[in-house]
């Protein structure tokens, strides 16, 4: 089965960095996704690693390291916007992507 | 329209009733999707649909019947649902393919669905 693990809730200050953390043991590896989905809303995608490294996009990064099963998303200079649930995914196949519960992150003034 | 429409947004219904949840998407793509999201669990695929035919079908019980008439449109007919059922229903829809942007899903807003 796929497992897929990340912290329930975060808290940080506005203009501070955090970083959520995602650990995976998948059948099989074909990327991961972060998508961001605020409350009653519709998830959306924020960045894709299939490679080792880090992808950066903005204020939001993605790390992955394959063979540790790891992977993070760092976020910049954060904004009250930000207040969001943060949902780690691995796709182990053609269509198939597996999510973590996703990390609920509260950006405080 | 652009991207994932989904309807109807609330849905409340008996045990007994049937209904049917609605998805369009207006990107051209050739992938959709129906996941189900329950509080504090991981979201749960449920069915895909490739090019109209259905190629992953995740134990879903019967009493979730999807339907995929082209590849725009995506339905999921719902029978003699139980409470446990009551959950978001998320449709999104991707393109598949090769590239970084390829397989990225887009998601509608969902489907709120209570049962009595």
């Known amino acids: 089965g796929q497992n897929i693990d990340q912290p329930t809730e975060m808290t940080a200050t506005e203009g501070a960095i955090v970083q959520i953390n995602c650990t995976y043991q998948?059948?099989?590896?074909?990327?991961l996704f972060w998508y961001q989905q605020h409350a009653g809303e519709a998830p959306t995608f924020l960045s894709y690693?299939?490679?080792?490294g880090l992808e950066e996009k903005g204020r939001f990064s993605s790390f992955l390291s394959r063979s540790k099963g790891y992977s993070y998303l760092l976020l910049k200079e954060l904004q009250m916007k930000d207040s969001a649930s943060y949902l780690c995914?691995?796709?182990?196949?053609?269509?198939?992507?597996?999510f973590g519960a996703g990390t609920t992150v509260t950006v405080r003034a | 329209e652009t991207g994932v429409t989904q309807t109807p947004r609330h849905l409340v219904m008996g045990m007994t009733n049937k209904k049917s949840l609605k998805c369009e998407q207006h990107?051209?793509?050739?992938?959709m999707y129906w996941y189900k999201q329950s509080a504090k669990k991981p979201l749960e695929l449920m069915f895909v649909?490739?090019?109209?035919?259905?190629?992953e079908n995740n134990s879903v019980p019967s009493r979730f019947s999807p339907e995929c008439p082209n590849s725009s449109h995506l339905f999921l007919h719902l029978h003699t649902l139980q409470p446990e059922d009551s959950a978001l229903y998320l449709c999104?829809?991707?393109?598949?393919?090769?590239?970084?942007?390829?397989?990225?899903?887009?998601f509608g807003a969902g489907s709120r669905l209570t049962v009595l």
């Open positions: 999104a829809s991707s393109q598949s393919g090769e590239g970084s942007g390829a397989n990225v899903l887009t």
């Open positions: 690693n299939v490679l080792d």
């Open positions: 995914a691995v796709r182990d196949g053609d269509y198939k992507l597996s």
């Open positions: 998948t059948s099989g590896f074909n990327g």
């Open positions: 990107l051209g793509h050739n992938a």
């Open positions: 649909y490739s090019l109209e035919e259905r190629v």
